[in-house]
């Protein structure tokens, strides 16, 4: 909701985690010259009945995603986050672990990365490599396309 009333993607801590992640700086993230956010839904599809996010409504990425991402055209660094945008981007149909522990297929011009949320933290400590491996060769490969 947060995000949803300033209008500006991660414009919260799972975006303050994100960044950090990239090892970049709000005014880096939001420099729209030198990277595009695109999310899965161009909306904040509301909460569920336990206050969770409900996930992307699909005509969204039906609507949009192709013409945005055609627009784009080829990108030096994709950064696929959370399930929603696998799926769709990738075609996988394997969970968020599997896919993200298969980073080295697909790097250095696609990262899928887990959701930076909250909700994510119990993953983030289950999965050390994430840290420990994939975070290093995106930071670089990002100072490097940023460069």
Known sequence: MRVHKSGKPFDDPSG??????????????YDRTRV????????????????????????CAQTWHDEVMQMLGQMPL???????????????????????????????????LPHPSWR????LKKNPWFMQELLPALRARVQEVLA
Request: glycine share 10%; hydrophobic share 45%; net charge negative.
């Open 120 to 123: 994510n933290t119990g993953w």
């Open 78 to 112: 994709t950064l696929l986050v959370g399930g929603h945008a696998h799926r769709w981007h990738m075609g996988v149909r394997t969970n968020v672990t599997e896919t993200v522990a298969g980073w080295r297929n697909h790097a250095p011009h696609l990262f899928p």
């Open 36 to 59: 595009a956010i695109v999310p899965m839904a161009f909306c904040f599809p509301g909460y569920d009945a336990r206050g969770a996010d409900l996930t992307p409504p699909p005509i």
């Open 16 to 29: 303050d985690r994100l960044r950090d992640w990239l090892d970049l700086m709000p005014a880096e993230f």
